[in-house]
C-alpha cells in the first residue's frame, strides 16, 4: 500500500482543501481528519518552504498508526487573482519507489521492461547507449521490430516469449553485437516476470551484463592452462616452438611467428644485439588465412627486422611492445615483407594491430614472437602485453631448455665419438662390422662400447660393454674403462682374469670413493679372445648378455656363457668359455638395449635376433642393417651396440713350428732354418733382422726358461716371431753399462722389431716380436 501515487490540494495557507484516495492509503489519514486542517503538524512537522519554491522535495509524513513514511513530493501551483498562487496540488510518491526508478534509470548495465507482447515499455539510459537510440524510439515498438534477426536476436526473442509465456526467470549467456559497437560483446542475460498482482502476470524485466573483458580474461587464462600442458612436450627447438604458434593460431592472432637468433639453434654463445636491423632465423610461423605478409618469410631463412620495427623495439626493450596500422615501424616491418612477396605483389593488407614480444629465458634473449591481427576485430590491448609477455616467459624457458638438452646432446655425442672407436682396425683373424644406435630418449647418451684389439700371434680381442646410466658422466666411465680394459688387454690377459682385474679396479674406486656414486659400479662387460691359429674363442661375461654364434650350414645358438656379477659387485667368480669354431663362423656381441624395450619382452626380442642372424646377406655391414631392421624396428629407448665378426683362419702355409732341444748349437741350426722359410715366403729383405730376433730369443729361452722351448714364425699382417718355454718368468729390458757383457739382446730386438712382449700361458710364457712386412 506504501508504493501507490498520492495527491492533494492546499491552499495559499497550507490548509488541506483536498485529499485524495490514494493519499489516504498512502498515509492512513481519512479526508474527514485532514481537510481543512494545516497540513504541517497533522501529517508533519512542517512543509518546508522549499518544497513550494522549488516544487520537489522530500518530506517524513505521520502514518496515522504512528510510524514514518518518506514522500518524495511535487508542487505545483494554482493561479490566482493577480498571478499570485491560489493554491497548490501536491503529488506524492514514496521516496523508495521513486528511488528505485532513478536506479533503474542510472544503472551501468542494460536494462529493459517488456509488456507481454514482447513490446518496450521502458529502457534505461545504458541500453539505449548500446542500442545507439533513445528511449523515445524503442518505447512501444515490439522487439522484433528492432533489431535485425540475426540468430542471436532471434535466440533472445525466444527467451523473451518463454518467460512471458511460463512465468519462469530465465538466464543464459550469448554474443552479440550491437550498433554503438564495433564488434561482438559476451553478455550474460537474465529476465524475470514482473507481476502486477499475485498471479497475474504484466511483463518481463531484463538486465544484461556485458562479461566480454571477463570473457577474454578466461580466455587468456585458460590460453596460459594450455600452454602448460602444450608447449615443451618434446625437447626440440623448431617443435617447441611450433607448439606455441598452434596455441596463438588462430583464437589470439591471424598470424603468428617465432624468429630465433641464429646462435641459439648452434653451439655458440649468446652475443650482443647489434645496433640497427636484427637479423633473425624463421623457425616457425601459422596463419588462419593465405596472403599474411607475415609468412612472406619462408621457414628457416633468415630476414632482418627493420630498427623501428615492432620486433626490434620489443628485442631491445625486453618488454611486448604493441603497433598498430600505420605507425612508421608497422609501416617499415610491411614494406620489408612486401620486398619477399611473391611475383613482385605487395601485400595491401598488414593487419590493424600487432604485438611484439621478446622472448627471454634466464637472463637471455632467444628471439621474439610477433602476433597479427587482420580479421580479429580487436585491437591488441595492454592486457595483452600483460599476456603475452607471461605467454612468451613460458615458452622461452621450453625453447631455452631443448637447445641446452640439444647443445649436451651435441657435446656428448661429440665426446663419445672421440672415446669410441672411430673405425675397428682390420684384422686377419676376423672381418667384423658394427653398428652404434644412440638411445631416442630423453635420458641422453649411454655408455655403450665396443673394441676390437690387436694382441698377439695375430689373435684378437673382441669387447662389448655397457655402463649404467646415460649422460656425461656415463660417458667419461665408458672412456675409463675402455682404457682399462685395453691396458689389461696389452698384457695378454686371459677373460677371465683380465674381468678379475677389471672388477679389481672398480672395487677400488667404490672402496675409496667419497660418498658420490661411482658410476662404473654395475657396469657389464664381455671380453673374449679369438686365436686363428688354433680357432678357438675364449670369452668371460661380468654381467653382460650372452653372444651369439652362427656355425657355417647351422642356426644361429647363444652360447651359454656364464654371465658373472657386474662389475664392482664381486662375490662370484668370472668363468671362461672356450669353443673350436670352424673357419667363417659368425660370432655377434650386443649390449642389452638391442633386446630390451619397454614394448615387447626379452625372449621375443632374442628369437627375432636369433632368426635375423642366420639370414642370408652378402657382406657383414648388409647383415648388421637388416638385423637392426628386423630385431629394433623403432627408435630405441636405449643405446644399442653391436658387433658382428666373422672367423677366419691361418694355413699351415702361414705357420711354421720347431721344438727346441736346450743345446746352445741349435741357435744356429734355427737361424738357417728360418732363413730358409723366408725366402719360401718371399720375405727375404727381413732375413737379417729375424735371424737376430731367433738367436737372441731361442738363446735366452735355453739359458734362463725352462723345457718344453718351441720356435714358431706366423705371416700375418707382420712377420711373427714367438718362443715359448717352460718358465714363467718374464724377462725385462734394461740398459746394459759400458762395461756389462750381457743385457743388450733384448734391447735390439725392441730397437729392430716394430713391438714385443711375452704374454703367459697355462705351460709357461711366450716371448713375442713383430716386425712389418716389406710391402707395409
Not at 628485442?315 to 612486401?338: I, S, T, Y
Not at 714358431?712 to 718362443?723: G, H, N, P, Q
Amino acid at each position: 500500500m506504501e508504493h501507490v501515487a498520492a495527491m492533494a490540494v492546499m491552499d495559499a495557507q497550507g490548509r488541506v482543501t483536498g485529499w485524495s484516495e490514494g493519499a489516504r492509503l498512502l498515509t492512513g489519514h481519512p479526508a474527514g481528519e485532514v481537510v481543512g486542517r494545516p497540513a504541517a503538524g497533522l501529517l508533519a512537522e512542517e512543509v518546508p518552504a522549499d518544497i513550494l519554491a522549488a516544487r520537489t522535495g522530500t518530506v517524513a509524513v505521520r502514518h496515522h498508526d504512528g510510524h514514518r513514511v518518506d514522500l518524495s513530493l511535487t508542487a505545483c501551483p494554482v493561479a490566482g487573482d493577480g498571478g499570485r498562487a491560489a493554491g497548490f496540488v501536491v503529488t506524492a510518491v514514496p521516496a523508495d519507489t521513486l528511488l528505485a526508478a532513478r536506479a533503474f534509470e542510472q544503472a551501468s548495465m542494460s536494462m529493459s521492461v517488456f509488456d507481454l507482447r514482447q513490446r518496450y515499455l521502458l529502457v534505461n539510459e545504458a541500453a539505449c547507449k548500446v542500442m545507439g537510440v533513445d528511449e523515445a524510439a524503442l518505447t512501444g515498438r515490439f522487439f522484433s521490430d528492432t533489431v535485425p534477426g540475426t540468430e542471436s536476436d532471434q535466440g533472445f526473442l525466444r527467451h523473451l516469449r518463454e518467460v512471458s509465456a511460463t512465468g519462469r526467470p530465465v538466464r543464459y549467456e550469448n554474443f552479440a553485437s550491437a550498433p554503438a559497437l564495433n564488434r561482438e560483446h559476451l553478455w550474460s542475460i537474465e529476465m524475470w516476470p514482473l507481476r502486477a498482482a499475485p498471479g497475474r502476470l504484466a511483463g518481463v524485466a531484463i538486465a544484461a551484463f556485458d562479461n566480454t573483458e571477463q570473457y577474454w580474461a578466461r580466455r587468456r587464462l585458460s590460453l596460459l592452462n594450455e600452454a602448460a600442458a602444450g608447449i615443451g612436450t618434446t625437447l626440440d627447438v623448431v617443435r617447441t616452438a611450433e607448439e606455441l604458434i598452434q596455441l596463438l593460431v588462430p583464437r589470439y592472432a591471424d598470424f603468428a611467428s617465432v624468429d630465433l637468433l641464429d646462435w641459439v639453434l648452434g653451439a655458440d654463445e649468446p652475443p650482443m644485439l647489434p645496433d640497427g636491423a636484427v637479423v633473425l632465423r624463421r623457425v616457425a610461423h601459422g596463419s588462419s588465412r593465405p596472403g599474411n605478409p607475415g609468412a612472406a618469410v619462408r621457414i628457416n631463412d633468415t630476414h632482418s627486422y627493420p630498427p623501428l620495427s615492432p620486433p626490434v623495439l620489443a628485442l631491445r626493450a625486453g618488454h611486448a611492445v604493441l603497433g598498430r596500422a600505420g605507425e612508421p615501424g608497422v609501416v617499415q616491418w610491411l614494406e620489408e615483407r612486401n620486398t619477399r612477396s611473391p611475383q613482385g605483389r605487395p601485400f595491401r593488407e598488414g593487419g590493424h594491430s600487432m604485438i611484439a614480444v621478446p622472448l627471454r629465458a634466464r637472463g637471455t634473449t632467444l628471439g621474439v614472437a610477433v602476433c597479427v591481427r587482420s580479421a580479429h576485430p580487436d585491437d591488441y590491448a595492454p592486457d595483452d602485453s600483460v599476456f603475452a609477455e607471461e605467454l612468451a616467459s613460458r615458452a622461452a624457458v621450453c625453447i631455452d631448455n631443448a637447445r641446452r638438452f640439444a647443445r649436451e646432446r651435441s657435446t656428448a655425442l661429440a665426446l663419445q665419438h672421440s672415446l669410441l672407436p672411430s673405425g675397428l682396425p682390420g684384422q686377419v683373424a676376423v672381418e667384423v662390422a658394427h653398428r652404434y644406435l644412440p638411445c631416442g630418449s630423453l635420458a641422453g647418451i649411454g655408455g655403450d662400447w665396443i673394441d676390437v684389439i690387436p694382441l698377439s700371434g695375430g689373435r684378437v680381442a673382441l669387447v662389448v660393454g655397457d655402463v649404467v646410466g646415460h649422460g656425461i658422466q656415463s660417458l667419461a666411465t665408458m672412456g675409463r674403462l675402455r682404457t682399462a680394459v685395453r691396458t689389461l688387454a696389452d698384457v695378454d690377459l686371459p677373460p677371465d682374469e683380465l674381468l678379475t682385474h677389471l672388477d679389481d679396479l672398480v672395487t677400488h674406486l667404490v672402496a675409496g670413493d667419497s660418498g658420490d656414486e661411482v658410476a662404473e659400479l654395475g657396469a657389464t662387460c664381455l671380453y673374449a679372445v679369438y686365436d686363428p691359429v688354433s680357432r678357438r674363442l675364449s670369452m668371460a661375461a661380468a654381467g653382460h648378455p650372452a653372444p651369439a654364434v652362427v656355425l657355417p650350414g647351422a642356426a644361429a645358438e647363444f652360447v651359454p656363457v656364464a654371465a658373472g656379477p657386474p662389475l664392482g659387485v664381486g662375490g662370484l667368480p668370472f668363468e671362461a668359455v672356450d669353443l673350436e669354431l670352424p673357419e667363417g663362423s659368425l660370432v655377434a656381441l650386443y649390449t642389452d638395449g638391442l633386446l630390451e624395450d619397454r614394448a615387447r619382452d626379452r625372449p621375443g626380442a632374442a628369437e627375432e635376433l636369433r632368426r635375423a642372424l642366420g639370414a642370408p646377406a652378402d657382406t657383414l655391414e648388409t647383415l648388421s642393417d637388416s638385423v637392426l631392421k628386423a630385431v629394433m624396428p623403432g627408435q630405441p629407448d636405449d643405446d644399442v651396440a653391436l658387433l658382428l665378426v666373422r672367423t677366419r683362419a691361418l694355413g699351415a702355409d702361414r705357420i711354421a713350428t720347431w721344438d727346441v732341444t736346450p743345446d746352445p748349437a741349435q741357435v744356429a741350426v734355427l737361424r738357417q732354418a728360418a732363413d730358409e722359410l723366408l725366402t719360401a715366403w718371399g720375405l727375404e729383405e727381413t732375413a737379417f733382422v729375424t735371424e737376430l730376433v731367433v738367436s737372441e730369443l731361442v738363446t735366452n729361452a735355453i739359458r734362463y726358461g725352462a723345457p718344453p722351448i718351441q720356435l714358431r714364425l706366423i705371416r700375418d699382417r707382420a712377420l711373427i716371431c714367438e718362443v715359448s718355454d717352460g718358465s714363467s718368468t718374464s724377462p725385462h729390458l734394461r740398459r746394459a753399462h759400458a762395461y756389462d757383457e750381457g743385457g743388450r739382446g733384448l734391447l735390439l730386438v725392441a730397437q729392430l722389431t716394430q713391438r714385443w712382449g711375452s704374454r703367459q700361458t697355462g705351460s709357461g710364457k711366450t716371448i713375442w716380436a713383430e716386425q712389418p712386412l716389406p710391402d707395409t
